[in-house]
Each structure stands twice: as structure tokens, then as C-alpha cells.
């Protein structure tokens, strides 16, 4: 590259939302280097170099941000070694959003204490447990039904619904499993029973806070499955969850977006979870803002104008799922997925690239846009192209599998 790039970025995790994250900065004239812990990751694809190591390695953290000295580090996921990045703060680098943030927000009891007890926002009630003993004194405290969840995880790994005694067990090593990095302890939170979740995407810019329509979504086992934009919300609830959200990002500071999750019952507005970063939910943005979140997160961070956020009309995103384990794959239907099924609908898919499948796994995301409905076609639109795509796979002599199920 012969010109002097706009800004040199250092990405930690090189997942789907990372690279989203790499095509809006390169649009920028910005110079990536994307780390993962295996080669081939969906961001490196897109990025100008990249590095293999484990990111809970601090030394190997440290020694990738000595040999290239970015501009920008910006996590984009949970397991990292965040005493590291604070050590480097320390010395001038530019953390995303903050050092500090990064800490609170990669482990879910941290950002717990943050929401509830230093600002005071209303939560569910919870207890933490580190043993099986303890966990079933903390879901006997809490009682039933409680949800579940590793202090640090991904993508709902190892999070569950307890609703009778005798899952209480199969909770607890469900979440050992399904944990990221080295800290065996979980959350366990008190169910509530809302009548929906949001995620607020929440822009922290030099300028001020700004936020974008609020967004819908379906999870299984803690793990989104599809996602709209907008959701409606009364005044009442969307005031309160603004003004919820600037208060946990102005707290945690540095600029940039985060996706900051909601329970809404009534009028009444929950705090749940917060993500320093771009959110699975809001890949829905991809075709319901003229800003998608990633371009948002890079003018944030970049310190560029943001001057208004459009929404493009009613929207929705449908994930694409693998099935099994392989290494060899083959991803089919685009042609039958990119033909809406009703007329004036605009539908789109992004392939992410992995390398590799296994059960659950995501591997793309369908999206659709209907200017002249609702959320609700645009979801039957959305889901009727993500099950348009087909992942085949093949034994070792490249005979084709059929599909599960």
C-alpha cells in the first residue's frame, strides 16, 4: 500500500461482525491487521494483514501490538486479556471505546455491577456462583424459573432457562462448557417475564450520544435467530431506555457504539446486557439504515461526522445456520434466496466466509427490506431466504451428504 493509511487498526477477533466492521474502515482508507485464533477467520479475508494467536496469551497480545503500533485497538470479542490492553492504554494507545470499558464489558458480572450498583439502573435479581454447590444455593436463592449464564461467553454459549429442579445439574455444566476464557464463574438471574427485548444501538461520538431505532429480536438458548428494526416501543419506554443507555456508555467513556440490551414490560425498561461493539442483532442494519452499525462504530471511533442516521423502512435479518461438523462445504441457493417473494420486498445475503462448519454455527445472515409493509413481512421475507440457502457437505470422497434432518 503506497498511501499513508487514514488510520492503522488492530482487530481483535475476526468473526462475521468484524469483518463488516473491516469493509466499513477500508471504505475509509484505514489499515487493518486482523487477529483470530485460527487462519482464515471471516475479518482476515478483508484485512490488510493479519496475526494467529490465542488473545487469552497476554504476552503474544502484547508482543502483536508492539510489532505494529496501531492507531486503533478494537476488541470485538470476549476472551481477551484486558489487563493487557489497560497496561497499553497506560502508555498511549488508543483502546476502543476504553480500557476500562473493555474490562466492565467481557465479563457480564462486571458490567452487572456498573448498571446496577454504581448507576442505579433497574435489573433482574442475580447471584453469582464459582462452585456447583454454590450454584444451587444461588438458584435456590434466586428460584425458579432463572436463566443461566457463564460470566464470559459468546453468542449464548452455555446459557439456559432453568425451570425445574432437576435441570439444575445439567445448567451448571451446560455453562462450565460453554465459557470463554478462565474464569469459572456464572450469573444467575431471576426470569422475567417481559413482554419483549430490544437491543439500543448507542453511538458515543465527540459530539454526543446517538442512538438508532430500536431493534427487535428472537434468541434461542441465548443465541439470536432473527432480528427488526424498527421494534415499536411506547415513548414512555424508549425515553427511559435512552436515557438508560447514554448513562452506562457516558460511564463507561471512549467513543464508539455499543449494543446495549433491554427487557420491556409495560413502560417499565430493564437493564440486561451491554456490548462494547458492533451486535449480532444489529446486522439488520446491513439494509434498514443509509449508516449500518459498522459504519457507525468506525466514525465514531475515527472522530468522524455522524450528521443523521436513516431509517430505510421496516426490516429484518434471518440467520443461516451449518448443521454438522466439516472442513469441506459448499454453500448453495443464492439464486433461489436473492429472488424476493413478494414483489417490492428487497432482500440481500451475506456469506461470512468461515473456514469450517459445526452444528449451530453461524455462517450467514439473509436480510430483507419492505418499504411498503411492515417488520412482519420483512421477517417472513427474511427467513424465506435464509432457508433458501443450502450447506452441503461431503464425506472423504467427496460424495455429498445429505442435508440433516
Not at 439444575?168 to 478462565?182: L, N
Not at 461493539?277 to 439494509?287: E, S
Not at 449500518?292 to 465514531?300: I, Q, S, V, W, Y
Request: with cysteine; aromatic share 6%.
Amino acid at each position: 500500500m503506497n498511501m499513508v493509511p487514514t488510520a492503522k487498526i488492530l482487530l481483535l477477533g475476526s468473526g462475521e461482525l468484524g469483518r463488516e466492521f473491516v469493509i466499513s474502515t477500508k471504505r475509509l482508507g484505514c489499515r487493518i491487521i486482523a487477529c483470530d485464533s485460527y487462519a482464515g477467520a471471516p475479518a482476515m479475508q478483508m484485512a490488510d494483514g493479519a496475526e494467529v494467536f490465542s488473545m487469552l496469551d497476554g504476552s503474544a497480545l502484547g508482543a502483536v501490538i508492539e510489532k505494529h503500533k496501531p492507531d486503533f485497538i478494537v476488541p470485538e470479542l470476549e476472551a481477551i486479556r484486558t489487563e493487557v490492553l489497560k497496561e497499553y492504554e497506560g502508555r498511549g494507545f488508543n483502546v476502543v471505546p476504553s480500557a476500562r470499558a473493555t474490562q466492565m464489558t467481557m465479563n457480564r458480572d462486571r458490567i452487572r455491577e456498573v448498571a446496577a450498583r454504581d448507576i442505579g439502573l433497574p435489573t433482574s435479581r442475580y447471584l453469582y456462583a464459582e462452585t456447583r454447590e454454590s450454584f444451587g444455593a444461588a438458584v435456590a436463592n434466586v428460584g425458579l424459573p432463572c436463566v443461566v449464564k457463564p460470566v464470559m461467553s459468546s453468542s449464548g454459549k452455555g446459557q439456559s432457562t432453568v425451570r425445574k429442579a432437576e435441570e439444575v445439574d445439567a445448567a451448571w455444566d451446560y455453562a462450565i462448557t460453554g465459557m470463554r476464557g478462565d474464569r469459572t464463574r456464572v450469573i444467575v438471574e431471576a426470569f422475567v417475564a417481559f413482554d419483549y427485548e430490544i437491543t439500543l444501538l448507542t453511538i458515543r461520538t465527540r459530539d454526543g450520544v446517538l442512538f438508532c431505532d430500536p431493534i427487535g429480536h428472537r434468541q434461542e438458548r441465548g443465541d439470536y435467530r432473527e432480528s427488526w428494526q424498527p421494534h415499536a416501543m411506547s415513548a414512555a419506554a424508549l425515553t427511559s431506555a435512552q436515557d438508560m443507555a447514554r448513562k452506562v456508555v457516558d460511564n463507561l467513556g471512549g467513543y464508539g457504539l455499543f449494543g446495549v440490551e433491554f427487557f420491556v414490560v409495560g413502560d417499565s425498561v430493564i437493564f440486561s446486557e451491554l456490548s462494547p461493539r458492533p451486535h449480532d442483532t444489529g446486522m439488520v442494519t446491513l439494509i434498514s439504515q443509509n449508516l449500518t452499525e459498522f459504519d457507525l462504530h468506525a466514525r465514531a471511533i475515527l472522530g468522524l461526522p455522524i450528521p443523521s442516521i436513516a431509517q430505510l423502512g421496516p426490516s429484518a435479518s434471518a440467520v443461516i445456520l451449518a448443521a454438522r461438523n466439516a472442513e469441506t462445504f459448499r454453500v448453495t441457493g443464492l439464486n433461489d434466496a436473492l429472488r424476493p417473494s413478494v414483489p417490492g420486498i428487497r432482500v440481500d445475503v451475506r456469506i461470512f466466509g468461515k473456514p469450517s462448519t459445526r452444528p449451530c454455527r453461524r455462517m450467514g445472515v439473509a436480510l430483507a427490506l419492505d418499504p411498503n409493509g411492515d417488520t412482519d413481512t420483512a421477517r417472513a421475507a427474511a427467513r424465506a431466504a435464509a432457508e433458501r440457502i443450502n450447506i452441503s457437505y461431503w464425506t472423504a470422497e467427496r460424495q455429498p451428504v445429505p442435508p440433516a434432518g
